[in-house]
């Protein structure tokens, strides 16, 4: 059926109606034709067959199509085949405006992609929502845990005070007593005094690290500051220390007490590693300094170096395990970083990077 020559016709005795409804339905893009009896409309069916007319009326079955209309107005028309007491076959042709249905599907579909994009909307606001929510628990418990590390820490320093000072008291007793004594008192009471000065360095190490570090920039010289630091530490006899010095200026402006420590820390942990040769490197560049310390020492494996960091853990029978830990925090404290390199049997590197100032200024 042609898209513009889709015929209607209307059978009534009422030529009124007739010609109602044929301005109704030219308005609506058919092709009108009437009839006012049975007769008539019989008469022009037949002289007025349509090509899908016959094919209904021939095969007897019913058949569909979409038909655009002249106004532009799609329809949806059903032909089926019908027999009347006449006994002349003919055919019925409904046509189904489907504007309201498409309308109502198209709503349908508007309104499913709303509802699809507000779920996933909800779904995205309860998955923020949780992280979030776990994210301040986790926050929460840090900030929990930094609370009890620092009652731990004022308390580890009184403790250290209030211990520091009777030992003192002690250690110099023993020595006192220990003049003009004979081997066998002399030998217990020597055990004292070295117990007395063990546990002196393990408060002041809890006093170092408990403490908040505060600053006093003043010029050091690095090459100075690493002699002093060597004297200190006064490695065994057999171990070689070598120094190389790549410095523009000798002199810099920083908290020279700390940085000592810092390399006292290093140098003694590399002097007990078994090593016959510490190499301590200083490099300077753009407002940054190197220091870097490496012995042939026997290294560490992956779980020691992972946990090297960790205040109170230590390999040594003797050791307090705090001397990387302060390390760490003075450096934090200076702006600066550490990072340990170490592979079983052939040693551990240290290297300290620090801001550095020219002139007086803090960094």
Same mark, same amino acid.
């Given at each position: 059926?042609?898209?513009?020559?889709?015929?209607? #016709?209307?059978?009534?005795?009422?030529?009124?109606?007739?010609?109602?409804?044929?301005?109704?339905?030219?308005?609506?893009?058919?092709?009108?034709?009437?009839?006012?009896? $049975?007769?008539?409309?019989?008469?022009?069916?037949?002289?007025?067959?349509?090509?899908f007319? @016959?094919?209904v009326? &021939?095969?007897?079955?019913?058949?569909?199509?979409?038909?655009?209309?002249?106004?532009?107005?799609?329809?949806?028309?059903?032909?089926?085949? %019908?027999?009347?007491?006449?006994?002349?076959?003919?055919?019925?042709?409904?046509? #189904?405006?489907? +504007?309201?249905?498409?309308?109502?599907?198209?709503?349908?579909?508007?309104?499913?992609? *709303?509802?699809?994009? %507000?779920?996933?909307?909800?779904?995205?606001?309860?998955?923020?929502?949780? +992280?979030?929510?776990?994210? *301040?628990?986790?926050?929460?418990? /840090?900030?929990?845990?930094?609370?009890? #590390?620092?009652?731990?820490?004022?308390?580890?320093?009184? #403790?250290?005070? @209030?211990?520091? /000072?009777?030992?003192?008291?002690?250690?110099?007793?023993a020595?006192?007593?220990?003049?003009?004594?004979? !081997?066998?008192?002399?030998? $217990?009471?020597?055990?004292?005094i070295?117990?007395?000065?063990?546990?002196?360095?393990?408060?002041?190490?809890?006093?170092?690290?408990?403490?908040?570090?505060?600053? +006093?920039?003043?010029?050091?010289?690095?090459?100075?500051?690493?002699?002093?630091?060597? =004297?200190? *530490?006064?490695?065994?006899?057999?171990?070689?220390?070598?120094?190389?010095?790549?410095?523009?200026? !000798?002199? %810099?402006?920083?908290d020279?007490?700390?940085?000592?420590?810092?390399?006292?820390?290093?140098? =003694?942990?590399?002097?007990? &590693?078994?090593?016959?040769?510490?190499?301590?490197?200083?490099?300077?560049?753009?407002?940054?300094?190197?220091?870097q310390?490496?012995?042939?020492?026997?290294?560490?494996?992956?779980?020691?170096?992972?946990?090297?960091?960790?205040?109170?853990?230590?390999?040594?029978?003797?050791?307090?395990?705090?001397?990387?830990?302060?390390?760490?925090?003075m450096?934090?404290?200076?702006?600066?970083?550490?990072?340990?390199?170490?592979?079983?049997?052939?040693?551990?590197?240290?290297? *300290?990077?620090?801001?550095?100032?020219? $002139?007086?200024?803090?960094?």
């Amino acid at each position: 059926m042609g898209r513009d020559n889709y015929r209607v #016709l209307v059978v009534d005795d009422d030529n009124s109606i007739r010609l109602l409804l044929m301005r109704i339905l030219e308005g609506e893009g058919y092709t009108v034709r009437t009839a006012s009896n $049975g007769r008539e409309a019989m008469s022009l069916c037949e002289s007025h067959k349509e090509p899908f007319i @016959e094919d209904v009326i &021939s095969s007897g079955l019913p058949c569909s199509s979409y038909v655009t209309l002249q106004t532009g107005e799609l329809v949806y028309v059903v032909n089926m085949p %019908i027999h009347i007491h006449l006994g002349q076959p003919l055919a019925l042709s409904i046509a #189904l405006h489907t +504007y309201p249905a498409l309308a109502a599907v198209r709503s349908a579909r508007l309104h499913m992609i *709303v509802l699809l994009i %507000i779920n996933a909307a909800m779904w995205g606001l309860a998955a923020a929502f949780l +992280y979030y929510m776990k994210k *301040v628990d986790t926050l929460q418990l /840090t900030a929990r845990s930094k609370e009890r #590390l620092t009652a731990l820490g004022e308390m580890a320093a009184v #403790l250290a005070h @209030e211990i520091r /000072t009777p030992l003192s008291a002690i250690k110099g007793f023993a020595q006192y007593i220990r003049q003009g004594q004979d !081997d066998k008192t002399t030998e $217990g009471l020597d055990v004292i005094i070295n117990e007395s000065r063990r546990l002196e360095g393990l408060t002041n190490d809890l006093l170092v690290y408990a403490r908040v570090p505060e600053l +006093y920039i003043r010029p050091i010289s690095i090459g100075g500051l690493i002699d002093e630091a060597i =004297a200190i *530490v006064k490695p065994d006899e057999r171990i070689m220390i070598e120094k190389k010095l790549s410095l523009s200026e !000798d002199t %810099i402006y920083t908290d020279g007490e700390k940085l000592k420590q810092v390399l006292i820390n290093i140098i =003694a942990n590399a002097a007990d &590693s078994q090593c016959g040769k510490i190499t301590i490197t200083a490099a300077q560049g753009k407002r940054m300094l190197n220091l870097q310390v490496t012995d042939t020492g026997v290294g560490m494996d992956a779980r020691v170096l992972e946990q090297a960091r960790k205040p109170f853990f230590t390999t040594k029978a003797r050791g307090s395990g705090l001397g990387l830990p302060i390390v760490g925090n003075m450096l934090s404290a200076m702006g600066g970083s550490v990072s340990i390199e170490s592979r079983m049997g052939q040693g551990t590197s240290v290297t *300290v990077t620090l801001p550095i100032s020219n $002139g007086r200024e803090a960094f």
